[in-house]
């Protein structure tokens, strides 16, 4: 229990060191180490890296599967280390539903023929789209997320490390000259130092000197320097990952080609198998035009009949009922109202 409360107390004072460094650095009122131009470019080439990894890494799960709700579906049972449940795809499931149309309507049937061939290839492009699925999640998204998951935390736990040992590395240097400037004001009032008890002016130098602040400022820099190294490895190691992330790329390309020739393939034999189906609509509009021969003994007029055409009865009237309110806009037009009922004879004499 001693231990711990040591142990506790020893980190909560490292943390107030830390704080406070930090801190005077944003005030400037502290020196801050700074690192190499190479070490600052393999920094900002690493968040770039991850940054677009993850974003590259979202929107081909976007496209993949465009239902959110499936994602979160398959990200839990991930985490929960089960496997998902296998899903039919929206082809296959189209094809089955054509299916079963095409055996409601009758498969004899012009209708019912082309829905159960229509089906097949849809089921068969649902197929392949499955394929697809699968073979992009294992060559592109699994390497993708295993960088994020994985040698980016593992990146990203080494850099606070070393954030955390720079800021104790400055809090050395800052102790160190404030030991020096105290020393130095020790040695410049000899006065101060012959009216004071011997004690106080050993309490006010020892949790201070200048031997001390500097064994620790070499630890410091000794532990800094080494865990600098270890983070600089990792970042260079960025650029494997870039050569990884291309060939990935390239099977993810070469199984979209894959995807979609096969995609045209299908739609091809499609293509020719409706083409040796009999003709509906050849059979319809054959039928029809029997139907009416049959029906009529002189030959059917398929003119649509003009408005202009019309012609007025010789004699006798006419009735016509208005459907809408109208205002007459000059003295040779007639103001009408809705329901009202007009004859030709009126409306001739009005005009």
């Given at each position: 229990m001693?231990?711990?409360?040591?142990k506790?107390?020893?980190?909560?004072?490292?943390f107030f060191t830390?704080a406070?460094?930090f801190?005077e650095e944003?005030?400037g009122q502290?020196e801050?180490t700074?690192?190499?131009?190479?070490f600052?470019?393999?920094?900002?080439?690493?968040?770039?890296t991850k940054l677009w990894?993850e974003k590259?890494?979202?929107?081909?799960?976007?496209?993949?599967?465009?239902?959110?709700?499936?994602?979160i579906?398959?990200f839990l049972?991930?985490k929960l280390?089960?496997?998902?449940p296998?899903r039919?795809t929206?082809?296959?499931?189209?094809?089955q539903?054509?299916?079963?149309?095409a055996?409601?309507?009758g498969?004899g049937?012009?209708?019912?023929?082309?829905?159960i061939?229509v089906?097949e290839c849809e089921?068969?492009l649902g197929a392949a789209?499955?394929?697809?699925?699968?073979?992009?999640?294992?060559s592109?998204?699994?390497?993708?997320r295993?960088?994020l998951e994985?040698?980016?935390?593992?990146?990203?736990?080494?850099?606070r490390?070393?954030?955390?040992?720079?800021?104790?590395?400055d809090?050395?240097k800052?102790?160190?000259k404030?030991?020096?400037v105290?020393?130095a004001?020790?040695?410049?009032a000899?006065?101060f130092?012959?009216t004071?008890p011997?004690?106080y002016?050993?309490?006010?130098?020892?949790c201070?000197?200048?031997?001390?602040?500097?064994?620790?400022?070499r630890?410091a820099?000794t532990?800094?320097d080494?865990?600098a190294?270890?983070?600089?490895l990792?970042?260079?190691?960025?650029?494997s990952t870039?050569v990884?992330?291309?060939?990935?790329?390239?099977e993810f390309?070469?199984a979209?080609?894959?995807?979609?020739?096969?995609?045209h393939?299908?739609?091809?034999e499609?293509?020719?198998?409706l083409?040796?189906?009999?003709d509906a609509?050849?059979l319809?509009s054959?039928?029809?035009?029997?139907s009416a021969?049959?029906?009529s003994?002189?030959p059917?007029e398929?003119?649509?009949l003009?408005?202009?055409?019309v012609?007025a009865p010789?004699?006798?009237?006419?009735k016509?009922k208005?459907l809408?309110?109208?205002d007459?806009?000059?003295?040779s037009?007639l103001?009408l109202?809705?329901?009202?009922v007009?004859?030709n004879d009126?409306?001739s004499?009005?005009?």
């Amino acid at each position: 229990m001693d231990f711990n409360v040591k142990k506790f107390a020893s980190g909560a004072g490292l943390f107030f060191t830390r704080a406070v460094q930090f801190t005077e650095e944003k005030l400037g009122q502290a020196e801050k180490t700074e690192l190499d131009a190479h070490f600052e470019n393999l920094l900002s080439r690493a968040d770039c890296t991850k940054l677009w990894t993850e974003k590259i890494y979202r929107q081909t799960e976007a496209l993949l599967q465009p239902n959110p709700s499936a994602r979160i579906e398959e990200f839990l049972y991930e985490k929960l280390d089960r496997k998902a449940p296998s899903r039919v795809t929206n082809g296959e499931l189209l094809g089955q539903y054509m299916t079963d149309a095409a055996k409601e309507f009758g498969p004899g049937t012009p209708y019912g023929g082309t829905l159960i061939e229509v089906g097949e290839c849809e089921r068969r492009l649902g197929a392949a789209e499955r394929e697809f699925l699968q073979t992009s999640a294992i060559s592109f998204l699994t390497p993708l997320r295993n960088f994020l998951e994985g040698d980016w935390r593992t990146i990203s736990k080494e850099r606070r490390l070393l954030e955390n040992l720079r800021l104790d590395l400055d809090a050395c240097k800052t102790r160190l000259k404030k030991a020096k400037v105290a020393e130095a004001k020790a040695a410049m009032a000899p006065d101060f130092q012959e009216t004071r008890p011997r004690n106080y002016v050993l309490s006010a130098t020892d949790c201070g000197s200048e031997s001390g602040a500097e064994h620790e400022l070499r630890v410091a820099q000794t532990e800094f320097d080494r865990q600098a190294e270890v983070t600089r490895l990792l970042l260079e190691g960025i650029s494997s990952t870039h050569v990884n992330h291309l060939r990935c790329l390239h099977e993810f390309v070469e199984a979209q080609a894959a995807y979609y020739k096969q995609c045209h393939f299908h739609m091809q034999e499609l293509q020719k198998e409706l083409g040796r189906l009999p003709d509906a609509f050849a059979l319809n509009s054959t039928n029809s035009a029997a139907s009416a021969c049959s029906a009529s003994e002189g030959p059917v007029e398929t003119d649509t009949l003009k408005i202009e055409e019309v012609q007025a009865p010789a004699t006798g009237s006419r009735k016509a009922k208005v459907l809408y309110d109208y205002d007459a806009a000059d003295s040779s037009e007639l103001s009408l109202l809705a329901d009202e009922v007009k004859t030709n004879d009126m409306m001739s004499c009005e005009m």
